[in-house]
């Protein structure tokens, strides 16, 4: 049973389109990120929410904008993309406590070409 | 400008050999520190960490240690296996309200011969 699950797993697009990606985690965590890993495979966080609410939010374009309907989802919708979107892009969980409390689970990624 | 470096992009050894992998860091205030293993189209798996108050642990074939004052870490697997064969990632964190924002370097890709 997958513990951090993201759909689509690939996604090729053209230039100028609007699409989302969707993930999931069923490890009941309360706090939930998404990183992109660009084409240097550079892992950089973009976006952090904690029971529903935005705490990290990096220096990301306004055409990304995450949400977050419950604690177990977490997607990611990007307006207007562009050629530099072209990356993969992992979301992850983490507990807010526990040991090894800084412990994230990441799921498989989605890879987003855009053409 | 980048808080944590892996130097070395890959790295070789034999089966049975000691690997060492290493980083380095320039913010003193990260306050744990964690290795990723990552396989080809997957996601990066969580390995060992360690924090700042430790300068060393052990779980099986994998000893991290943490040296402060030289703001290094390095990851010793041995013996190394086959398996191993994946890209390691370096991450540090500084923690932020519930959650906590993660810091990678750009890993090192590790080859395990036969």
């Known amino acids: 049973d997958t513990a951090v699950s993201q759909t689509p797993k690939y996604l090729v697009t053209q230039m100028g389109n609007d699409k989302s990606i969707k993930c999931e985690q069923n490890l009941g965590h309360d706090t939930m990120y998404w990183y992109k890993q660009d084409s240097k495979k550079f892992l950089k966080i973009m976006f952090s929410y904690n029971n529903k609410e935005l705490i990290i939010n990096e220096t990301v374009p306004n055409r990304f904008s995450p949400k977050s309907p419950d604690k177990a989802h977490l997607n990611l919708h990007i307006n207007s993309l562009e050629l530099g979107d072209s990356a993969v892009y992992f979301c992850a969980s983490s507990p807010s406590g526990g040991q090894p409390r800084n412990t994230q689970y990441f799921g498989p990624g989605t890879r987003l070409t855009v053409l | 400008d980048q808080q944590v470096k892996q130097n070395s992009p890959s790295l070789s050894v034999q089966e049975g050999r000691i690997s060492i992998l290493n980083c380095d860091y320039t913010?003193?205030?990260?306050?744990?520190f964690l290795w990723y293993k990552k396989y080809p189209a997957e996601g990066p798996t969580f390995l060992i960490s360690i924090s700042s108050i430790k300068d060393k642990n052990e779980d099986g074939r994998f000893t991290v240690f943490l040296n402060k004052s030289a703001k290094h870490l390095s990851l010793h697997i041995v013996p190394s296996q086959p398996g191993d064969s994946a890209v390691y990632f370096c991450?540090?964190?500084?923690?932020?309200?519930?959650?906590?924002?993660?810091?990678f370097g750009t890993g090192t890709q590790l080859k395990v011969e036969l």
């Open positions: 913010n003193s205030m990260f306050d744990y």
């Open positions: 991450a540090a964190t500084l923690l932020l309200g519930g959650g906590n924002k993660l810091t």
